[in-house]
Nanobody
C-alpha cells in the first residue's frame, strides 16, 4: 500500500517561507516522478512542482522562482521549499506521483495559510 505523509504547513505572513516534507513509500519513490499539489475549496487540485527520479524539476508558472522541490533519496522524502509566499498560495498541499495520482489515493495534506 502506498503511503504519502505530508507535513510542515502552517501560518505565515506574506513574504515568509515554509518547508514542506513528504514521506513516500519506497516502492514508488525510486521509480516515479513525485509532485506537490495544492487545492483550495471549490477549485481543482493543481500540480505546482514535480521532480523525477533523476532529479529533473518542473514548476507551475505561478510558483516558478519562489518554490523549490527537492528529494532525499536516502530517506524517501520529497521537500518543497516555499519562499516569498503570497496570500494566493494559501491551500492544502499534497504530495503524490505526477502520473496517475488517483491510483495511490491521497494523504491528509498539510495546510498552508499566508496572511496579507
Amino acid at each position: 500500500q502506498v503511503q504519502l505523509v505530508e507535513s510542515g504547513g502552517g501560518l505565515v505572513q506574506a513574504g515568509g517561507s515554509l518547508r514542506l516534507s513528504c514521506g513516500v513509500s519506497g516502492s514508488i519513490f525510486s521509480t516515479y516522478a513525485i509532485g506537490w499539489y495544492r487545492q483550495v475549496p471549490g477549485k481543482m487540485r493543481e500540480l505546482v512542482a514535480g521532480i523525477t527520479s533523476g532529479g529533473t524539476t518542473n514548476y507551475a508558472g505561478s510558483v516558478k522562482g519562489r518554490f523549490t522541490i527537492s528529494r532525499d533519496n536516502a530517506n524517501n522524502t520529497v521537500y518543497l521549499q516555499m519562499n516569498n509566499l503570497k496570500p494566493e498560495d494559501t491551500a492544502v498541499y499534497y504530495c503524490n506521483t505526477v502520473s496517475y495520482p488517483h491510483r495511490n489515493g491521497w494523504g491528509q495534506g498539510t495546510q498552508v495559510t499566508v496572511s496579507s
